[in-house]
Every structure is written in structure tokens, then in C-alpha cells.
């Protein structure tokens, strides 16, 4: 089966340092999402990504955050100056607007700010 | 606003079966799936139902009652390899991104 992958797995980063999440979505779907999951809480929306925009986001997804597909391939989140708080897992998605429509996850980056 | 309600943990034994329910609230209701979580993994899907009634696929089941605002998961022929979270999420009807909204899942502990 088709893999949504992202790279790295794991980032550790300091307080206030910018960082950049990559994803590469299944190469035919149209949909892309943020997701993450701090430690034992649930899955959280932070965006979607339509048509080279973002089509909505959540009150989580501040000026802080933003997403790019500066290609065919990749899709990225982009966290400005990370805070404490942003440690999470992060899990990129995407679906092919057809049929069950089922989001297909990647094996997420753990990110861990310092 | 959605909200999205199943219990914290179960317990089962290897074998037997256990069913998890997930009741939610929402404001433009555009299907309901299930994702299966093993700690430190990504969800990976398990069933979608957006009419009503049971779906079946070997040994999981889910079933939607709409009206009653009601989903269920059915596990059977529980094996430990089972053990892990279950995740409830709705889709919404609202923008053009169709986000799934999950709620806090359910931890399931199959015991030998």
C-alpha cells in the first residue's frame, strides 16, 4: 500500500529555534493535514491544505505556524520560534477525495523543544 | 463545535470480544471512522460508516446510528496483538479541508 512518509522521526530543538517538518503525501491525493498529538492526549487537527491553500485551521495553528508544498512532492510545517508547549508528535496526512476518503497517516516526527 | 466522547480503557481477554462505544456531537456530520494506535505509531484506519447500520470487515465491525448521534466498534476474536488505542473521529461537513475531529480514544487491554 501507498505510504505517507516524513522526515525526520525524531527533532530536538531549543526554545525560540525554528524548525521544519517534511512530509511527502501519496503522490495522486489532493488533501493534506497537519495533525499532532502531545504525550497521552488526543489527536489534534492543526490544517488543511487544498488546491496550494490552506482550507481551514484550527485555533492551535497560530501566526507561529505555517505549511508550504514548495513542490510536487513535499508538503512541510513550518514552526517559527518554538515554545516549550509545541513538543508533540506531529502527523502529516492526506486523502484523494474520492471514494472513503480515509486519511492515510505518516509515522509522525516527535518533536522535543528544550 | 464537535464533541466526541468514548471511554478511557478496556480490558478484555484473549478470545472474547469487546465493544467500544463513541458518541459525538456535531454541527454538519459527514461520516464517522475508526483508526486503530499503537503507542508511539501513527492511527492506521480501520472502518468508515456515514449511513446507518453495521459494517463488517473480519473481525472488526462498526456501527452508526445517526439519530442517536451513537457509534460502536466490535472487536472479535480479540488477540494480543489488539491491545493498543481506538480512535473515534467524526468528519465535518464545513470546509473544503473535510477535517476528521478525533475524540480521546480508547486504550484496549487484551489479557492472555
Known amino acids: 500500500e501507498p505510504e505517507v512518509t516524513q522526515t525526520p522521526s525524531h527533532q530536538v530543538t531549543q526554545m525560540g529555534q525554528e524548525v521544519i517538518l517534511r512530509c511527502v503525501p501519496i503522490?495522486?491525493?489532493?488533501?493534506f493535514y497537519w495533525y499532532r498529538q502531545i504525550l497521552g492526549q488526543k489527536v489534534e487537527f492543526l490544517v488543511s491544505?487544498?488546491?496550494?491553500?490552506?482550507?481551514?485551521k484550527s485555533e492551535i495553528f497560530d501566526d507561529q505556524f505555517s505549511v508550504e508544498r514548495p513542490d510536487g512532492s513535499n508538503f512541510t510545517l513550518k514552526i517559527r520560534s518554538t515554545k516549550l508547549e509545541d513538543s508533540a508528535m506531529y502527523f502529516c496526512?492526506?486523502?484523494?477525495?474520492?471514494?472513503?476518503?480515509?486519511?492515510?497517516f505518516g509515522s509522525g516526527t516527535q518533536l522535543s523543544v528544550l | 463545535g464537535q464533541n466526541i466522547d468514548q471511554p478511557t480503557e478496556m480490558t478484555a481477554t484473549e478470545g472474547a470480544i469487546v465493544q467500544i462505544n463513541c458518541t459525538y456531537q456535531?454541527?454538519?456530520?459527514?461520516?464517522l471512522f475508526w483508526y486503530q494506535q499503537h503507542a508511539g505509531e501513527a492511527p492506521t484506519f480501520l472502518s468508515y460508516?456515514?449511513?446507518?447500520g453495521l459494517e463488517e470487515k473480519g473481525r472488526f465491525s462498526s456501527f452508526l446510528s445517526r439519530s442517536k448521534g451513537y457509534s460502536y466498534l466490535l472487536l472479535k476474536e480479540l488477540q494480543m496483538k489488539d491491545s493498543a488505542s481506538y480512535l473515534c473521529?467524526?468528519?465535518?461537513?464545513?470546509?473544503?479541508?473535510?477535517?476528521?475531529?478525533f475524540g480521546g480514544g480508547t486504550r484496549v487491554l487484551v489479557k492472555p
Open positions: 496526512a492526506s486523502r484523494d477525495g474520492t471514494g472513503k476518503e480515509k486519511l492515510f
Open positions: 503522490s495522486n491525493h489532493l488533501y
Open positions: 491544505f487544498y488546491n496550494n491553500e490552506i482550507s481551514e
Open positions: 456535531t454541527s454538519g456530520f459527514n461520516g
Open positions: 460508516n456515514v449511513l446507518d
Open positions: 473521529a467524526v468528519r465535518d461537513m464545513g470546509a473544503a479541508g473535510n477535517k476528521l475531529t
